[in-house]
Nanobody, 120 residues
């Protein structure tokens, strides 16, 4: 599976940003896709995931602010981030696979990620 996360950058607190994850090398429509983030000195954590059926799940810290969506025609998953906070600052990664492994972040390879920095 090849993954390309993009869309990161510097944004002010309260602002919005949309991240994009392009997935190739697999049958995209059959896979779940997750967004994860890792802040300096912290472990990687699950932000949100979307199943092949469109089922979504979010970390409590982003519920109501982030929205994950998928476009099976473009093999792409988006993460719309609103009302950003300084604590959202992290490198954001995406990954794809079976739902149970996506939910558990138990996946083999990770792309480079994209940096999101939220200034106060």
């Amino acid at each position: 599976v090849q993954l390309q996360a993009s869309g990161g950058g510097l944004v002010q607190a309260g602002g919005s940003r949309t991240l994009s994850c392009a997935v190739s090398g697999t049958i995209f429509s059959l896979n779940s896709v997750g967004w994860y983030r890792q802040a300096p000195g912290k472990q990687r954590e699950l932000v949100a995931y979307i199943g092949s059926s469109g089922y979504t799940n979010y970390a409590d810290s982003v519920k109501g602010r982030f929205t994950i969506s998928r476009d099976n025609a473009k093999n792409t998953v988006l993460l719309q981030m609103n009302s950003l906070k300084p604590e959202d600052t992290a490198v954001y990664y995406c990954n794809a696979g079976p739902l149970n492994r996506v939910a558990a972040a138990s996946l083999d390879s990770w792309g480079q990620g994209t940096q999101v920095t939220v200034s106060s």
